[in-house]
């Protein structure tokens, strides 16, 4: 069965306030992440579409969102889109709610002519029949480089209304971090992703206008998981920028504009990065979604 005679679905319902609440609580109910923080931040990624149930008194059921990611693949722009927020309250569930909010977003984006869609999810098989597949990420792990060039940085501070603004205009003009995979933009998510990461230092790089989005892991690695900017800086001259001398580096991205190379290392956590699109759309080199591109 899909639906419920009492459920109402609606599509790009992120104009209505009452119900953007109620997604809200859906994923704060569902997944404890308070996506209301993006407010102080800017507001949520306008090119969101979202596809729910409702019930009568306007509580938020099922939910999946589509937004859009312009990605770079294989050295090449692809149209690309994510989904994220998919989610169906305990008591509804097994009733294909899922299965029809998934088919109206994959519609949308078939429609909006999206060469591709990506997800992140712990549930590969649940989205193996809508035609994605899964791709390996590998993290790069090496010695650190010698030899690089002091440059002045400043360290920038989710806190500051000032230093957000400051670093949305700094992703809306950035290069792509890396050409193998990487989004052309991805404001919003780099942002939030930001404001839960309690250890994450933000150094921006004056000379080539870019800011370095890492931290130093209990062992001393230093874990860099991305470089926004118009500029991406050598490894060396970032890590002599910061003036730390780390006993070991892990690039959280495919290394091809750090002038550095690492061991590559596949991931085995429990998330899985998926793609759909057309046949043998594949990333050619090892990769991963910077942590900052999370969604
Ligand atoms: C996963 C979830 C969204 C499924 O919602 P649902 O409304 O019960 O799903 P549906 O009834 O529409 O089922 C659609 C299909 O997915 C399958 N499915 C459901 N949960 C699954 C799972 N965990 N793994 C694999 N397949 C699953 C169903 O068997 C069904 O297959 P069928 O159409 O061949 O019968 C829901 O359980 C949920 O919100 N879980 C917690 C949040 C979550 O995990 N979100 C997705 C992770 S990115």
């Not at 690309?80 to 989610?87: D, R």
Request: charged fraction near 20%; include cysteine; glycine fraction near 8%.
């Amino acid at each position: 069965m899909t639906g419920h005679p009492a459920l109402v679905l609606r599509a790009n319902y992120f104009g209505d306030p009452i119900a953007s609440r109620a997604l809200a609580a859906l994923l704060d109910d569902i997944f404890g992440i308070d996506v209301t923080i993006l407010d102080r931040l800017g507001g949520p990624d306008p090119t969101g579409v979202p596809f729910a149930w409702f019930d009568a008194s306007s509580t938020c059921i099922a939910n999946i969102s589509a937004f859009s990611m312009p990605l770079v693949i294989n050295g090449n722009f692809t149209r690309a889109a994510g989904l994220q927020s998919g989610a169906v309250r305990p008591e509804y569930r097994g009733r294909g709610l899922f299965r029809s909010v998934m088919e109206a977003a994959l519609d949308y984006c078939d429609s909006e002519g999206f060469e591709a869609v990506t997800l992140l999810t712990d549930k590969p098989a649940l989205y193996e029949p809508y035609g994605f597949w899964a791709l390996t990420q590998h993290r790069f792990i090496g010695p650190a480089p010698t030899g690089g060039r002091a440059a002045a940085t400043r360290r920038l501070d989710m806190a500051s209304d000032a230093d957000v603004t400051f670093l949305r205009r700094l992703l809306n003009a950035r290069r792509p971090v890396s050409d193998r995979f990487a989004p052309l933009r991805q404001v919003e998510m780099f942002l939030f992703n930001a404001a839960l990461m309690p250890d994450l230092r933000l150094d921006f790089m004056e000379e080539n206008g870019a800011v370095i989005a890492w931290q130093q892991s209990e062992e001393g690695t230093f874990e860099l998981f991305d470089v926004a900017g118009a500029q991406i800086p050598t490894l060396a001259d970032v890590i002599t920028s910061l003036r730390i001398t780390p006993s070991r580096i892990r690039v959280h991205f495919a290394p091809d504009h750090l002038d550095w190379t690492g061991e590559a290392v596949a991931d085995d956590g429990d998330m899985v990065l998926m793609l759909r699109g057309a046949d043998g759309l594949h990333p050619e080199h090892l990769f991963a979604l910077p942590p900052m591109a999370e969604f």
